[in-house]
T-cell receptor, first 117, second 114 residues
Framework: AQSVTQLDSHVSVSEGTPVLLRCNYS??????LFWYVQHPNKGLQLLLK??????LVKGINGFEAEFKKSETSFHLTKPSAHMSDAAEYFC???????????????FGSGTRLSIRP | DVKVTQSSRYLVKRTGEKVFLECVQD?????MFWYRQDPGLGLRLIYF???????EKGDIPEGYSVSREKKERFSLILESASTNQTSMYLC?????????????FGEGSRLTVL
């Protein structure tokens, strides 16, 4: 069975410092992995995705994530935080080979990122 | 750009009322989803539709039903609203067979049941 764990429910960093949001997963197949961002009172927006190509994935707004199979991790990073990065971030795993099934898309519980001036 | 539109952003209803949440997407996506979002619980799948008139129960279907009469429209129905259905409801869509975790979301409908 697949699962995803976001290790921190809340992360607070100062503006201009690096961001690290941690995500671990388990999957029976070769998974696809995603990070989504949700700003207050908005829907979720795709930040980046890993689908078995390059292990280092670059996304929008300067974010990137590295797929590490040996550690079953897909941590999200950004070199320098900006005030506009304050939001909720969700790690998602999907290992539905072939036919699309919604039950195989699993969301983490989310990490709230706060940015201190 | 794909646009997923949820017609009601904020609703306040009374216990026992019937509630309709509407979602429309404009990119001819086969798959549409209704999620419920609560603090600390992430997103939980209520129902999923992979084609017109086709539906699958998600993780928490109790107290909800859905309707998909046209490809672009997916409705969530609360037959008799209860206070424990106060939540943020998110609609999403995606192409069939393509990057199954790559979802396009609406902006959400925040429902309060008094």
């Amino acid at each position: 069975a697949q699962s995803v764990t976001q290790l921190d429910s809340h992360v607070s960093v100062s503006e201009g410092t690096p961001v690290l949001l941690r995500c671990n997963y388990s999957s029976s197949y070769s998974p696809s992995l995603f990070w989504y961002v949700q700003h207050p009172n908005k829907g979720l927006q795709l930040l980046l995705k890993y689908t078995s190509a390059a292990t280092l994935v670059k996304g929008i707004n300067g974010f990137e994530a590295e797929f590490k199979k040996s550690e079953t991790s897909f941590h999200l990073t950004k070199p320098s935080a900006h005030m506009s990065d304050a939001a909720e971030y969700f790690c998602v795993v999907s290992d539905a080979p072939g036919y699309s099934s919604a039950s195989k898309i699993i969301f983490g519980s989310g990490t709230r990122l706060s940015i201190r001036p | 750009d794909v646009k997923v539109t949820q017609s009601s952003r904020y609703l306040v209803k009374r216990t026992g009322e019937k509630v309709f949440l509407e979602c429309v997407q404009d990119m001819d996506h086969e798959n549409m989803f209704w999620y419920r979002q609560d603090p600390g619980l992430g997103l939980r799948l209520i129902y999923f539709s992979y084609d017109v008139k086709m539906k699958e129960k998600g993780d928490i279907p109790e107290g909800y039903s859905v309707s998909r009469e046209k490809k672009e429209r997916f409705s969530l129905i609360l037959e008799s609203a209860s206070t424990n259905q106060t939540s943020m409801y998110l609609c999403a869509s995606t192409l069939k067979f393509l990057n199954t975790g790559e979802l396009f979301f609406g902006e959400g409908s925040r429902l309060t049941v008094l």
